[in-house]
């Protein structure tokens, strides 16, 4: 069973930083769009970032500018880096994978890392 495992997630003041990473439990291949989710306590999940493998990138528009997301596909690992932080940036942060291998495709999630914004 394959697992992404999140890390980097913790307290932060407004305007600071923090980088989340993700790679999963065991090899995989066939990995192709990576993302990053989000959810607030009592809202939806919503998109923040998204990275095809050949590096294109999308985000949710509150985030351009502030986010950037990354990977490295030797390592399978994708990036979150989070500058000028605002306390509405807090949420678990979610990983996403999509995989295809031989027109099978699935999708693999991580347990997520809470990332608080406060003062």
């Known amino acids: 069973q394959v697992q992404l495992v999140e890390s980097g997630g913790g307290l932060v003041q407004p305007g600071g930083s923090l980088t989340l990473s993700c790679a999963p439990s065991?090899?995989?291949?066939?990995?192709?769009?990576m993302a990053w989710y989000r959810q607030a306590h009592g809202k939806q999940r919503e998109p923040v970032a998204t990275?095809?493998?050949?590096?294109?990138?999308n985000y949710a528009g509150s985030m351009k500018g502030r986010f950037t997301i990354s990977r490295d596909n030797d390592k399978i690992t994708v990036y979150l880096q989070m500058n000028g932080l605002k306390l509405e940036d807090t949420a678990v942060y979610y990983c996403?994978?999509?995989?295809?291998?031989?027109?099978?495709?699935?999708?693999?999630w991580g347990q997520g890392t809470q990332v608080t914004v406060s003062s």
């Open positions: 996403n994978a999509k995989q295809e291998i031989f027109g099978t495709k699935r999708e693999y």
């Open positions: 065991v090899r995989v291949f066939g990995i192709t769009d």
């Open positions: 990275i095809t493998y050949d590096a294109t990138t």
